[in-house]
């Protein structure tokens, strides 16, 4: 009964070591080396891969920016902090007001082709309901204010801020019209955080103008 029984075990390992070289192939087979990383545009992500990448971009850039202004020793309740007065409302819908205003006037006097960004906005909202607008539109201005004006803005003023605000928006970076008002608008929403001294202010601009465009894009393309 025991040699029957070492002999089956014998055989199971035999089978296993015989099946070893099949798996070291399989394993072979796999290498890091033939892994390819290639450029994909807007056009070849559907919509969920789209909204994937753009709230999995904003949550990072939210983590970075909580990350930073705790490494400038700033109070993250603080800086969110709702004023007493509301001027900073005030301010943020005039500046947003203003953007709105100038970017229509572009528009209307600019060929499209100097204005394009590479049909990002258009995908993004062309067919989407207003309340995700308003949702993206309000993710996108608590997540971006943060680390712009909260963090770097506080470490390198609102000048440079804009240099980097603009040179993350790579997809306007083809034409300077719209590298220069995006510049121009980080250096506004920088401004109006200064006068105010609420990050609220320029969370309402930016939430404003996200959203306000956002709703131009989809009802002009149903039209």
Excluded at 12 to 39: A, G, H, L, Q, Y
Excluded at 55 to 79: A, C
Excluded at 116 to 137: K, M, Y
Aim: proline share 4%.
């Amino acid at each position: 009964m025991l040699s029957k029984c070492v002999t089956s075990i014998g055989e199971k390992v035999e089978k296993e070591n015989t099946n070893i070289p099949d798996r070291r192939e399989e394993m072979k087979k796999f290498d890091i080396k033939n892994i390819r990383i290639r450029k994909v545009t807007v056009d070849q992500l559907d919509d969920r891969m789209l909204l994937i990448n753009l709230y999995t971009t904003q949550g990072l850039t939210f983590i970075i920016g909580l990350i930073w202004i705790l490494f400038q020793h700033q109070n993250p309740i603080h800086l969110f902090a709702i004023p007493s007065d509301y001027k900073f409302i005030i301010w943020g819908l005039a500046f947003a007001g203003l953007v709105i205003a100038v970017d229509l006037i572009i528009s209307r006097w600019v060929p499209e082709e100097a204005a394009d960004d590479g049909g990002v906005n258009d995908r993004i909202f062309r067919e989407r309901p207003i309340w995700h607008i308003a949702l993206l539109s309000f993710v996108v201005a608590i997540c971006e204010e943060l680390l712009f004006r909260g963090a770097i803005q506080h470490a390198i003023g609102p000048y440079w801020t804009s240099i980097v605000f603009a040179a993350i928006h790579v997809r306007y970076l083809r034409h300077w019209i719209p590298t220069g008002l995006v510049f121009s608008i980080s250096y506004g929403l920088g401004w109006i955080y200064i006068q105010t001294g609420s990050i609220w202010a320029p969370i309402i601009a930016h939430f404003v103008i996200d959203f306000i465009m956002g709703l131009i894009i989809r009802f002009r393309r149903e039209s």
